[in-house]
């Protein structure tokens, strides 16, 4: 019973350990796909970068999105960071950070 109390609360057996990154080009930016294994399935992340006036700017983006599979992890990356390319579009890296969430 204990185990089910620390997967709901986040206890030390939910710790979500990084995989193998993967890369595609969406218009002029780079989308690195970087799934967290959890337990036996995967947690969707990734990062977006652009370098824009000899500076490299990233966002990072992690969803609650769980998959039992590394490759559909990565392709469902890459169609949501598509997606929030689409939304945000300019201002995505508009306000100059060089490192942020989305």
């Not at 780079?30 to 500076?55: C, D, F, M, S, W």
């Amino acid at each position: 019973m204990a185990g089910f109390f620390s997967k709901l609360f986040g206890g030390s057996s939910s710790v979500a350990t990084p995989t193998k990154e993967q890369t595609q080009k969406i218009g002029e930016y780079t989308v690195y796909a970087t799934p967290r294994k959890e337990g036996a399935q995967y947690r969707l992340a990734g990062r977006i970068e652009h370098e824009a006036n000899g500076q490299k700017m990233v966002r990072n983006f992690v969803r609650a999105d769980l998959f039992s599979s590394e490759s559909d992890t990565v392709e469902t990356t890459f169609r949501k960071a598509k997606q929030i390319i689409d939304q945000h579009g300019s201002t995505l890296f508009g306000d100059g950070a060089a490192e942020r969430q989305v």
